[in-house]
Each structure stands twice: as structure tokens, then as C-alpha cells.
């Protein structure tokens, strides 16, 4: 029987929807009676020195000028994030390096190890992407290999003939593989031969009242109630017309709850606040005030659906809209997913969206997703 359970997924850090579906997970799993820790797999920490001797390079090769955030920085934008996480998500050590991830279980008893959610198969995302496959337990027989709602994040094979191959061979020594969008299913079948399920994202295995629960310490007022909550996490002009359109169509305003700026224009910031990252719970306060959402975000499009909101999602191809198409396609919400202002019709605005449907196959899809975690860990 499966007692103590590793999750390894992405590294945390001022991501929204990143810690919690992180968090989500881990709950899951909690209240199925296993004993869990998420692993603190982290980029290497580059000096603030190397920072420097960049921006020397960057401005000599190409004459442009990018500002790195200094460690010190750092720790105080994502102060709220690391808060959030070190109160709500059981965290190991920091582990820089497969060598540190190697010696850490060594050092413990874990009876399987989840890969997963987010995409934590996106080559440009994941510090090592072999040690997403588990490369480092390859001489571990006693240990279960399970990937959760594991996500390429994009519809597009992005691996060489010789990185398919050891892909393969890793995978085929989990015991239990399901992946989060319909196209990841079809990649793991034509290229690694592989057949997989198809499971929820880890944050639709939450009630919305688990969440309400990390609002205890919140104000209940706010001047943001029946407004619009647009949360873009990469804007540009056809964004800002969706978002001026909608507003003008509804009567309503808009607020955010992101920092005020997230680039750096010189060496030094004189006002540190405006690049600080706002509470998770804010942001989660932020879709039950909301009466209408539009985002870029599939965590955004994912917590508007929680919190039974109307909503509008813009397409971000960018960072892969493959994990749209999926999730909207199975509620029968194709239609709340958009590409450019032209689209937004007063019907479409306006037009409700049958939650008791929606809620109704979300309940059959949840139960599919928590059956495959049980089954996985017998």
C-alpha cells in the first residue's frame, strides 16, 4: 500500500495558478490519507555578478539593455508568493541539481513519486526535462511512477529523434501515465506509442469552498465587487481593445491583481512595491467579487469556472492554447474562448453561461481524474 507520495512538479514561485495547482494536488492527495511533500526543485540561482557581466554582453553584442531583478529583488516581489507557499504546501529543502534530488530519496522512504500537473514536460519551462520522466530512479524498482495531468503545453512535438527515444524508455517504466489537454494524449500515442488517460487539472479537483478557506484572513468589502477582474499575463494592443469593448458592452468597469510594472527600466527600482506580486489569496478574492473575467490565463479561464463566473478567454498561443481548446472543448464552453475584438459580440457577452450543465460534467470528469490517482496508487 502506498503510504508517503513525492510530487514533482514545476518550480514555485510568483505563478498564480502554478501554486495552485501545486497546492491543489497535494490537497488531493492529503484527503485520500497519503502522506505528501512536493519537491523544491529550483533553477540554479545565478549571482547577481553574472547578472551584471550580461547586461555588459547584451549591450556590446546587440545594443540592448536588459535589467536583471538582484536577489535581494527577488525576495521581496515574491515575498507574498513564498508566504503563501510555506504556510500552505508541504515543501522539501531546496534542491538545485539531480545529484541533490538523487541524495534527498536516497535520504527518505517515499513509496511513489507523481510527476506533474502544469507543464512540466515544456522543454523551455523545466529546469532538466529529463528529471520529469524520473531519469534519476531509473535503478529505483520499489518506487511508483505516476504522472498526473502531465502537460506539454503545446500541440507541437518538440523533441529530436534521439531525446524521443530515452523519453520513451522512461516512460515505459511508470507504472500509471494521464495527461492534462486531449492533444497530449495524441502526441503520447503517435510518438511514444504510448496510451495514456485524459485527467483534469489538479485545481478542478478542489471545491470552490477549499479555496474560499484561504480567505479567512480577508477583508469581506471591497471596492472591486461586480466589476470586471482581468487578469492578462501578456498584453499587447488586441488585448487591451478585447478588454475596452467588453467594459464598454457591459457598463462596467475593470480592475487587476498583478503588479503595477514586472520589467525593469535601469539597475535600481525606486519604488520596490510596484513590482511585488500580490497575495494568492487576493487573486483568488479577486473571481469571487468579479462579475465577469477576461483573461489570457488558463488558471484564470480554470478559477472562473471554479467560482461559476461568465468569462471570456482570449487565446494565448504563446504559451499554448492547446490547454484551452482542451478544457472548454469537454464543458462545451468553445464558444467563451476568443482571438481578437471583432469577436465579441453583445450576445456573446451576454449570453449565460448553464453552469448546473457544466458543474454536472465536471463532477463525472472529477471523479474519472480522482479514480485514476487511486487505481495508480494501490
Known amino acids: 500500500m502506498t503510504k508517503k507520495i513525492a510530487i514533482l512538479t514545476q518550480p514555485l514561485h510568483v505563478n498564480f495558478g502554478g501554486t495552485?495547482?501545486?497546492?491543489?494536488?497535494?490537497?488531493?492527495?492529503?484527503?485520500?490519507?497519503?502522506?505528501?511533500?512536493?519537491?523544491?526543485?529550483?533553477?540554479?540561482?545565478?549571482?547577481?555578478?553574472?547578472?551584471?557581466?550580461?547586461?555588459?554582453?547584451?549591450?556590446?553584442?546587440?545594443?540592448?539593455?536588459?535589467?536583471?531583478?538582484?536577489?535581494?529583488?527577488?525576495?521581496?516581489?515574491?515575498?507574498?508568493?513564498?508566504?503563501?507557499?510555506?504556510?500552505?504546501?508541504n515543501y522539501s529543502p531546496i534542491l538545485y541539481s539531480i545529484e541533490e534530488i538523487k541524495k534527498y530519496f536516497n535520504s527518505k522512504d517515499f513509496d511513489a513519486v507523481i510527476v506533474g500537473s502544469d507543464q512540466v514536460w515544456r522543454v523551455a519551462y523545466s529546469p532538466r526535462i529529463e528529471s520529469f520522466f524520473l531519469d534519476f530512479l531509473s535503478d529505483k524498482k520499489g518506487i511508483k511512477k505516476i504522472a498526473y495531468?502531465?502537460?506539454?503545453?503545446?500541440?507541437?512535438?518538440?523533441?529530436d529523434t534521439e531525446k524521443t527515444l530515452e523519453i520513451k524508455s522512461l516512460l515505459y517504466q511508470f507504472n500509471a501515465v494521464s495527461v492534462r489537454e486531449s492533444s497530449a494524449v495524441s502526441l503520447c500515442q503517435q510518438y511514444l506509442n504510448i496510451k495514456v488517460k485524459h485527467t483534469l487539472d489538479p485545481t478542478l479537483l478542489l471545491e470552490?469552498?477549499?479555496?474560499?478557506?484561504?480567505?479567512?484572513?480577508?477583508?469581506?468589502?471591497?471596492?472591486?465587487?461586480?466589476?470586471?477582474?482581468v487578469y492578462i499575463l501578456d498584453r499587447n494592443e488586441s488585448k487591451k481593445k478585447i478588454i475596452k469593448s467588453i467594459s464598454k458592452k457591459l457598463g462596467k468597469e475593470t480592475f487587476y491583481n498583478?503588479?503595477?510594472?514586472?520589467?525593469?527600466?535601469?539597475?535600481?527600482?525606486?519604488?520596490?512595491?510596484?513590482?511585488?506580486?500580490?497575495?494568492?489569496?487576493?487573486?483568488?478574492?479577486?473571481?469571487?467579487?468579479?462579475?465577469?473575467?477576461?483573461?489570457?490565463?488558463?488558471?484564470?479561464?480554470?478559477?472562473?469556472?471554479?467560482?461559476?463566473?461568465?468569462?471570456?478567454?482570449?487565446?494565448?498561443?504563446?504559451?499554448?492554447?492547446?490547454?484551452?481548446?482542451?478544457?472548454?472543448?469537454?464543458?462545451?464552453?468553445m464558444n467563451r474562448m476568443v482571438n481578437v475584438s471583432s469577436e465579441i459580440s453583445d450576445d456573446l457577452i451576454h449570453d449565460k453561461i448553464?453552469?448546473?450543465?457544466?458543474?454536472?460534467?465536471?463532477?463525472?470528469?472529477?471523479?474519472?481524474?480522482?479514480?485514476f490517482l487511486k487505481e495508480a496508487l494501490v
Open 20 to 89: 495552485l495547482q501545486a497546492f491543489a494536488l497535494q490537497k488531493t492527495l492529503i484527503s485520500m490519507g497519503y502522506e505528501v511533500e512536493t519537491l523544491n526543485y529550483q533553477w540554479k540561482k545565478i549571482s547577481d555578478l553574472k547578472k551584471l557581466l550580461s547586461v555588459l554582453k547584451h549591450k556590446i553584442l546587440s545594443n540592448r539593455q536588459v535589467y536583471p531583478f538582484f536577489e535581494k529583488e527577488l525576495e521581496v516581489l515574491k515575498s507574498e508568493h513564498i508566504r503563501f507557499i510555506d504556510s500552505n504546501i
Open 149 to 159: 495531468s502531465a502537460s506539454f503545453g503545446i500541440d507541437e512535438w518538440q523533441f
Open 208 to 229: 470552490a469552498r477549499e479555496y474560499l478557506k484561504l480567505l479567512n484572513s480577508q477583508q469581506i468589502d471591497s471596492k472591486n465587487i461586480g466589476k470586471i477582474f
Open 258 to 333: 498583478q503588479p503595477g510594472k514586472t520589467v525593469k527600466e535601469g539597475f535600481f527600482i525606486k519604488d520596490l512595491d510596484l513590482y511585488i506580486y500580490p497575495p494568492i489569496e487576493n487573486w483568488i478574492k479577486s473571481f469571487t467579487e468579479a462579475d465577469f473575467i477576461v483573461t489570457d490565463s488558463f488558471h484564470g479561464t480554470v478559477f472562473s469556472i471554479i467560482f461559476n463566473k461568465p468569462f471570456i478567454s482570449i487565446v494565448n498561443k504563446e504559451r499554448g492554447a492547446s490547454r484551452f481548446e482542451s478544457l472548454l472543448k469537454q464543458l462545451g464552453l
Open 354 to 371: 448553464d453552469y448546473e450543465l457544466v458543474n454536472k460534467k465536471l463532477i463525472d470528469l472529477k471523479r474519472k481524474s480522482i479514480n
